[in-house]
């Protein structure tokens, strides 16, 4: 598939291990109040390749979550990590080991890294991000647009072309009724937005309560062209799975979009083994 790769930026970013915070109690959408962990922090026992279902928590976000202290600077962060992004620990214990970016977890504004090896990191250490991905095209579909994955990784996923349209592996297909918080955000390529899970036997009905951290899943009739989820029949939007589950009203699951289109140019394909691990460990 043709692209503008090789006229993409790459530019070095700065972040740091962020504290975890806490928002006690929470509450669900029937009022029922929780008394668990939140976002940030480095999460030891939940990460990448993990059921978003899995936890007993709200927001809990993967292995190992980032931000830079000052709030410009951040913003640019966000917007500019990419999916699959190289990431790299230059202070601590820890110093020299990679890793790559997995999502990113607009509103607490983290970005998420996947790391091998967890133990040796500690709140505070810096790491460097060689973010690249904004700006790529398909210069054959213009209607395509695409956001947030490095090409590298783009390059990596099992794409195929038929017949002027683009068919891409997903684990489950979200119809645009299951989606919530993030509707409506302007810039599509600095945050996600969630499944709304509120009704499970719906979740399950479309097998969404199967869906792990890392999977492709597709989003019909919405299209995040010119912000976030905007309703439009036909449209298919494709993004990856970066957060847990939530409780609160409107949440759920967060999907990074990474791929959207107007019209049915992309045709989502159900696969049990559409998850983004399996092309970052061979990137």
């Keep these: 598939m043709r692209t503008n790769k090789e006229k993409v930026v790459k530019l070095s970013i700065l972040v740091e291990i962020a504290h975890p915070l806490v928002r006690i109690p929470s509450l669900n959408h029937e009022g029922k109040p929780y008394y668990f962990p939140g976002v940030g922090g480095i999460t030891y026992n939940f990460g990448l390749g993990d059921n978003a279902f899995a936890m007993h928590g709200d927001h809990i976000e993967p292995d190992v979550s980032t931000k830079n ?5 951040n913003s640019t962060c966000m917007t500019l990590a990419c999916i699959g992004n190289e990431a790299t620990v230059i202070s601590g214990e820890a110093k ?7 999502g990113k977890h607009g509103g607490i504004n983290h970005i998420l890294v996947y790391f091998p090896e967890k133990e040796k990191l500690t709140i505070g250490d810096r790491i460097q991000i060689k973010a690249y991905g904004q700006g790529l095209e398909l210069l054959d579909y213009p209607q395509v647009k695409v956001y947030n994955i490095d090409p590298e990784l783009f390059e990596k996923l099992p794409l195929e072309e038929k017949e002027g ?7 489950a ?3 645009a009724h299951l989606t919530g918080s993030g509707i409506g ?3 599509p390529a600095g945050t996600d937005y969630d499944i709304n899970t509120h009704d499970m036997e719906e979740i399950k009905k479309h097998n969404i309560d199967k869906i792990k951290i890392g999977d ?3 989003i ?8 976030v989820g905007g309703f439009k029949k036909g449209a298919v939007s494709i993004g990856v799975v970066v957060h847990s589950n939530c409780i609160k009203t409107g949440h759920g699951p967060g999907i990074v979009v990474i791929m959207t289109s107007p019209e049915n140019t992309i045709v989502p394909v159900l696969s049990d083994n559409a998850n983004i691990k399996q092309w970052l460990v061979t990137k």
């Excluded at 202290?69 to 600077?73: A, C």
């Excluded at 019909?220 to 912000?227: K, R, V």
């Design 69 to 73: 202290k000052d709030g410009n600077f």
């Design 96 to 102: 020299g080991l990679k890793g790559f970016v997995i």
């Design 165 to 171: 349209k683009i068919h891409i592996p997903v684990t």
């Design 173 to 175: 297909i979200i119809p």
């Design 185 to 187: 955000s302007t810039n």
């Design 216 to 218: 492709l899943v597709a």
């Design 220 to 227: 019909t009739d919405h299209f995040s062209g010119f912000g």
